[in-house]
């Protein structure tokens, strides 16, 4: 695929399980970028990786959230113990950030995760 | 006050009407991003810039460095340009973007 792939697209799980979200950045892009967007609000940075360097976590809203990147590709973002607020679509962007150059962000299409 | 102040918030036109939003910001960018988010809620980015002007058919963004702004114009509007259009920088002290508010764009037929 030509663009940045998130799975599932749609995810409805009960209050207090943990879920996971997927996202296959577009291959060679080395920064990847995970948002969140509540109803009705703007997008909230969550995390960031560059390469091999240690993630910007900055974004993260609790100790329920973590990232991993494998390999500098895949990426999953887990979410313990779901609350009702973490409703909301999860973005996933990535760029190239070759050699400090600036490129243009490649959006996936979200997963929209509702917490029952 | 925000880092990245975009205006105006919503914005109703009439078809064929040139649009302009504006994005300001006050820190350091290495680069400004302008996106497209449709109701649906998908995301396409629109421009990059770190200077001047860029054009893609009837969409049109600018940047003044020295000023920290940037607008966005759409010529001869269509309500299919109707969406939620948003305003990203990138810090130069980090990778990391900061986004506007986004400014809700409605053109009526």
């Known amino acids: 695929g030509a663009g940045v792939s998130q799975s599932p697209s749609n995810k409805v799980t009960e209050k207090g399980k943990d879920v996971e979200l997927r996202c296959d950045p577009i291959s060679g892009h080395t920064a990847l970028y995970w948002y969140r967007q509540s109803l009705g609000q703007g997008l909230e940075f969550l995390i960031y990786f560059q390469g091999n360097s240690a993630p910007d976590k900055s974004g993260l809203p609790s100790d329920r959230f973590s990232a991993e990147r494998t390999g500098g590709s895949v990426s999953t973002l887990t979410i313990q113990r779901t609350q009702q607020e973490d409703s909301a679509v999860y973005l996933c962007?990535?760029?190239?950030?070759?050699?400090?150059?600036?490129?243009?962000?490649?959006f996936g299409n979200g997963t929209r995760l509702t917490v029952t | 006050k925000n880092e990245v102040e975009q205006s105006p918030q919503n914005l109703t036109a009439q078809e064929g009407e040139f649009i302009t939003i504006n994005c300001s910001y006050s820190v350091g960018i290495s680069a400004l991003h302008w996106l497209q988010q449709h109701p649906g809620g998908g995301i396409v980015s629109l421009f990059m810039?770190?200077?001047?002007?860029k054009k893609h058919g009837r969409l049109i963004a600018t940047i003044n460095i020295q000023e920290k702004h940037s607008s966005l114009h759409i010529t001869a509007s269509h309500p299919r340009d109707s969406a939620v259009y948003i305003c990203a920088v990138r810090a130069d002290s980090n990778y990391q973007l900061i986004w506007g508010a986004g400014t809700k764009l409605i053109i009526k037929p």
């Open positions: 810039l770190s200077s001047g002007k």
């Open positions: 962007a990535s760029s190239l950030n070759a050699g400090g150059s600036i490129s243009p962000l490649h």
